[in-house]
């Protein structure tokens, strides 16, 4: 499995950060609460388990599958991924394949949709 790039994760990370302070602040003021970052595991963890990808990683047409079986990862996996997420630490130390700690936590790897079907979960 070819792991995706650096740019297109980072990217699909911005556009979810983003759309879990707008819905965070909707429970209070989003830089001073915990809100947009109980939001972001919640997305994660439905998102990514049920779908193997986020709205994020439907705008740069990426999954987040298992690994090495390419299925989808499951609610609880994927929400472990998510609470290792926001310590970010673990998402920065990363092996050679681009899996971060949490990806080797949860048994996952970020790799490209199939091209043409962006947001087509995986078999």
């Given at each position: 499995?070819?792991?995706?790039?650096?740019g297109r994760r980072f990217g699909a990370l911005l556009?979810?950060?983003?759309l879990c302070v707008m819905v965070?602040?909707?429970?209070?003021?989003?830089?001073h609460s915990f809100a947009p970052l109980i939001v972001l595991?919640?997305?994660y963890a439905f998102f990514i388990g049920l779908f193997a990808q986020t709205p994020g990683m439907y705008v740069t047409s990426l999954r987040c599958v298992a690994y090495p079986s390419g299925g989808r990862?499951?609610?609880?996996?994927?929400?472990?991924?998510?609470?290792?997420?926001?310590?970010?630490i673990?998402?920065?130390v990363m092996d050679g394949e681009r899996r971060g700690w949490h990806d080797?936590?949860?048994?996952?790897?970020?790799?490209?949709a199939p091209r043409g079907t962006p947001g087509t979960p995986p078999s």
């Amino acid at each position: 499995m070819e792991p995706a790039s650096l740019g297109r994760r980072f990217g699909a990370l911005l556009i979810d950060w983003i759309l879990c302070v707008m819905v965070g602040s909707l429970f209070g003021d989003p830089r001073h609460s915990f809100a947009p970052l109980i939001v972001l595991v919640v997305e994660y963890a439905f998102f990514i388990g049920l779908f193997a990808q986020t709205p994020g990683m439907y705008v740069t047409s990426l999954r987040c599958v298992a690994y090495p079986s390419g299925g989808r990862i499951g609610v609880l996996r994927a929400a472990l991924r998510a609470l290792l997420l926001c310590l970010v630490i673990p998402a920065v130390v990363m092996d050679g394949e681009r899996r971060g700690w949490h990806d080797r936590a949860a048994g996952s790897i970020v790799v490209p949709a199939p091209r043409g079907t962006p947001g087509t979960p995986p078999s």
